[in-house]
């Protein structure tokens, strides 16, 4: 079964406006990760969150995790219309030998 | 330098065919993966390898081979496509049980089966 689900499923938002994309998942995990994939291209990580952390940022990103509600929220902060892409979280359940992908939420930024 | 790169990018093929889908990753890792995009975006792993030792293998159909000649390469081959087999195939790999677990992705070989 799947283990990450992202909501929503598409987002459209101006340029210069925040982003934030939810992930729930179902069992516990060692570490919860965000990726991004442009267009017809490969997967990038973004950045990883483990599970005695509630929050992390890299530049213009916050990830913030509660294991209590099992659920993850990443949010882009300023916008930019290459931030265009779609966005995966990710979960592993104790082997990093296998990720579980959700469906992903795929951004729009509008010039 | 790509640091995980795959060929073909663009497969079309005939139903029943078998074809082969090649990976070589530069980054001194010790797993590679397989994974399959649908046409949805739901991306689901497929094999994982961890210095040429199968590791996880998804009750994929026995149709799909990987083959692990060295920890820097990750073959697949498919005998006998399906017209489900339509998908991206992504190569993957990560430093190993000891790191953090990222996964750095190749750029997808896009199988269409006709």
């Known amino acids: 079964s799947q283990q990450g689900e992202e909501d929503p499923q598409a987002l459209s938002i101006q340029e210069g406006e925040n982003a934030t994309m939810n992930c729930s998942y179902k069992?516990?995990?060692?570490?919860l990760q965000w990726y991004r994939q442009n267009s017809g291209r490969g997967l990038v990580h973004l950045i990883l969150?483990?599970?005695?952390?509630r929050e992390k940022h890299s530049g213009r990103l916050r990830v913030t995790l509660d294991t209590s509600k099992k659920s993850s929220s990443l949010l882009i902060t300023a916008s930019r219309a290459a931030d265009t892409a779609s966005y995966f979280c990710a979960t592993d359940k104790g082997s990093n030998y296998k990720l579980t992908f959700g469906k992903g939420t795929l951004l729009t930024v509008n010039p | 330098d790509t640091a995980v790169s795959q060929t073909p990018k663009y497969l079309v093929t005939q139903m029943g065919n078998d074809k082969s889908i090649k990976c070589e990753q530069n980054l001194g890792h010790d797993t590679m993966y397989w994974y399959k995009q649908d046409s949805k975006k739901f991306l689901k792993i497929m094999f994982s390898?961890?210095?040429?030792?199968?590791?996880i293998n998804e009750t994929v159909p026995n149709r799909f081979s990987p083959k692990s000649p060295d920890k820097a390469h990750l073959n697949l081959h498919i005998n006998s496509l399906e017209l489900g087999d339509s998908a991206v195939y992504f190569c993957?790999?990560?430093?190993?049980?000891?790191?953090?677990?990222?996964?750095?992705f190749g750029e997808g070989s896009r199988l269409t089966v006709l």
């Open positions: 069992t516990s995990i060692n570490n």
């Open positions: 993957a790999s990560s430093p190993g049980e000891t790191n953090t677990g990222e996964l750095f």
């Open positions: 969150i483990r599970s005695n952390e």
């Open positions: 390898y961890n210095n040429k030792e199968l590791i």
